[in-house]
């Protein structure tokens, strides 16, 4: 096994998964003003913090994904955030893309940047204790989009950034995200995400990626937010499982689903779902960032200093879905 292997299996395994806590400092700002908790680098390290030294973590998460302003900061018990992170089993990784800016040629689509001196930079991460890193491509659905070149070029940059990653020693997670919004059908999200995923596996292999040492992280195949169809997790497992199946190769090691907007509860539903009919090799887990923060931050703004009753809030919520990793949730514990 290689060790780029052995890293992701160690973030993914026993029904494990990530904590997506790399919200930019934009991103954040906008989570903490809805709750009316002013955004200040202290409150972003306490909410973090707080999260980060819950009993939790040794249970249920394998990986936290930071944000840069994080990745640098020491927390209150005089460990730097690697640290702390480490010392409860987990991995410490790191967004290493630096936005999804407008594509010229599409202006009405998006291109992640971020590769000018990403080598130095993830030595420096490296130096910090990351041992995985994210990048976030995203599209849209319409009649026209996702367009040629924007499925290419987000592939391509996909691939640029994965070769970085593993020179480094660090697993690269490859997120390309087909946005939820729009009144498409869920057999339109399975033919278009089809479509990106298989096109970054072309564009990986061409560049030489070790398969076994990534983990992809998907949307779920849903239908559109403003779509009238409605569709069951049954059905939401059932594509998945097929899109998956039929784009990615099979040495990838594990499959880590993004929530992408979907509620704490309907995320889990559907990972439950998935693993419930899962039957391929891939490990299919979570990374969410709104599915299990949502509750604790909205418990946690209404008194900054709770930090108990913040961290049994997050507990509760990394459980359902780690059980959820491994098709044993049901709705009764939610309320247990
Ligand atoms: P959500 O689970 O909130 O979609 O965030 C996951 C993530 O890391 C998006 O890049």
Same mark, same amino acid.
């Given at each position: 096994?290689s060790?780029l292997?052995k ?10 998964g990530i904590?997506?806590?790399?919200e930019s400092n934009g991103t954040m700002?906008k ?7 002013p955004?200040s680098p ?10 980060f030294?819950?009993?939790?973590m040794?249970?249920?998460?394998g990986g936290?994904i930071?944000y840069?302003?994080?990745?640098n900061?020491?927390a209150?018990?005089?460990?730097t955030?690697?640290? &702390? ?5 987990a ?5 290493v893309d630096?936005g ?7 202006t ?7 590769l000018?001196?990403?080598r ?10 990351a041992r995985?890193?994210k990048w976030r491509?995203v599209?849209?659905?319409?009649d026209?989009?996702?367009s ?9 940059a996909?691939? +640029? ?9 660090m697993?690269p997670i490859?997120?390309p995200?087909v946005l939820m919004?729009?009144g =498409? ?5 399975f ?15 061409i =560049?030489?990626?070790?398969?076994s ?8 195949? &849903?239908?559109?937010?403003t779509?009238d169809?409605?569709?069951?997790s ?12 039929e784009?990615v190769p099979?040495?990838?090691p594990?499959?880590?689903f993004?929530?992408?907007g979907q509620?704490e ?6 990972l ?6 899962n ?7 979570y990374?969410?960032g +709104?599915a299990?923060?949502?509750?604790a931050?909205k418990?946690w703004s ?6 108990k009753?913040?961290q049994?809030v997050?507990? =509760?919520r990394a459980?359902m879905c780690t059980?959820?990793a491994?098709?044993k ?8």
């Amino acid at each position: 096994m290689s060790q780029l292997n052995k890293i992701a299996k160690n973030i993914l395994s026993n029904g494990k998964g990530i904590l997506a806590a790399d919200e930019s400092n934009g991103t954040m700002t906008k989570r903490l003003e809805s709750v009316n908790v002013p955004s200040s680098p202290e409150n972003r390290l306490l909410f973090r913090e707080t999260l980060f030294s819950s009993d939790g973590m040794k249970d249920f998460i394998g990986g936290v994904i930071l944000y840069d302003e994080t990745i640098n900061q020491v927390a209150s018990s005089k460990q730097t955030i690697p640290e &702390l992170i480490s010392a409860t089993g987990a991995i410490p990784g790191v967004k290493v893309d630096t936005g999804a800016k407008v594509l010229a040629g599409s202006t009405e689509e998006k291109i992640t940047e971020g590769l000018d001196g990403l080598r130095e930079r993830l030595q420096a991460y490296y130096k910090l204790g990351a041992r995985f890193t994210k990048w976030r491509c995203v599209y849209n659905i319409s009649d026209k989009f996702p367009s040629k070149l924007s499925i290419n070029s987000n592939a391509h940059a996909l691939a +640029r950034y994965s070769a970085l990653v593993q020179e480094c020693g660090m697993v690269p997670i490859v997120e390309p995200e087909v946005l939820m919004d729009g009144g =498409h059908t869920a057999e339109t999200c399975f033919n278009k995400t089809s479509e990106v995923i298989k096109r970054c596996f072309e564009e990986l292999m061409i =560049h030489k990626i070790d398969l076994s040492g990534i983990i992809l992280k998907p949307n779920m195949i &849903l239908a559109g937010t403003t779509s009238d169809e409605k569709i069951s997790s049954g059905e939401v497992a059932k594509l998945t499982l097929k899109c998956l199946k039929e784009n990615v190769p099979s040495e990838v090691p594990g499959i880590a689903f993004l929530s992408g907007g979907q509620t704490e509860i309907e995320a889990t539903e559907n990972l439950n779902s998935i693993n419930k009919n899962n039957d391929t090799n891939f490990i299919m887990t979570y990374s969410y960032g +709104r599915a299990l923060q949502k509750s604790a931050l909205k418990f946690w703004s209404k008194d900054i200093n709770n930090i108990k009753g913040t961290q049994k809030v997050f507990n =509760h919520r990394a459980n359902m879905c780690t059980l959820a990793a491994q098709g044993k949730w049901t709705v009764e514990l939610e309320s247990q």
